[in-house]
């Protein structure tokens, strides 16, 4: 069963800091991995979709890296913003069931002025 | 278009009742998703739909609930009778193609008292 974990569940770091949020995942036979941001009281925005036979995409300040191998996506936000504040979650498409969306537990990120 | 679009967005009510939550996907969107998102369990999918058919539903909880698409521009997910634990926010999403971003509503906060 496919499981998907994200570390840490919860990041505050002052503002203009590079960081790094993390998922894994336990089945590497994945169709795609997408970066979702949820601020509260709200749904989800994709940010990133990444194919499994890609390494990264860049959006802006944000870029997301995949090495299915071993299981792990990172999120890299430059120079982080107050606006930037909100949940992280990534998602994995089975290589099973293409149409489905396994999540995260989520990283809590919030920057601070 | 105004996006996937969430009815109510919130619902207060008491253990026996009925609740009905509405979705009106994007339009041409041929996939539909609906997920409930608690602290505990975090986002799951509850069931989804192609073409107005259900295809998987391996993830409503209990028989208490069901869910409907009678056209392309509306689904129900029906609680009856409900219980405090399914309190949560649930979640519609669509999208055009199997795999691609998933576009997602503002949710429906559910209180069962």
């Known amino acids: 069963k496919q499981e998907v974990t994200q570390i840490p569940a919860a990041l505050s770091v002052p503002e203009g800091e590079n960081l790094v949020l993390n998922c894994s995942f336990t089945?590497?036979?994945?169709?795609?991995l997408q970066w979702f941001r949820q601020d509260p009281g709200k749904g989800l925005t994709s940010l990133l979709l990444?194919?499994?036979?890609?390494r990264e995409q860049t959006s802006g300040r944000l870029n997301a890296s995949l090495d299915k191998s071993s299981g792990r996506s990172t999120l890299y936000i430059a120079a982080s913003q107050p606006g930037d504040s909100a949940t992280y979650l990534c998602?994995?498409?089975?290589?099973?069931?293409?149409?489905?969306?396994?999540f995260g537990t989520g990283t809590r990120l919030q920057v601070f002025p | 278009d105004a996006g996937v679009i969430q009815s109510p967005r919130h619902e207060v009510t008491e253990m026996g009742q009925e609740v009905t939550l509405r979705c009106k996907p994007i339009?041409?969107?041929?996939?539909l998703f609906w997920y409930r998102q608690t602290m505990m369990r975090g986002l799951e999918l509850l069931i989804y739909?192609?073409?107005?058919?259900?295809?998987?539903d391996s993830g409503m909880p209990e028989d208490r609930f069901s869910a409907k698409m009678p056209n392309a521009s509306f689904s129900t997910l029906k609680i009856q009778p409900s219980e405090p634990r399914d309190s949560a926010v649930y979640f519609c999403a669509s999208t055009a193609r199997p795999a691609d971003e998933q576009f997602f509503g503002p949710g429906t906060r559910l209180t069962v008292l």
């Open positions: 089945d590497s036979a994945i169709y795609n």
């Open positions: 998602a994995v498409s089975p290589s099973y069931n293409t149409d489905k969306l396994i």
């Open positions: 339009s041409g969107h041929d996939y």
């Open positions: 739909f192609n073409n107005n058919v259900p295809i998987d």
């Open positions: 990444i194919q499994s036979s890609q």
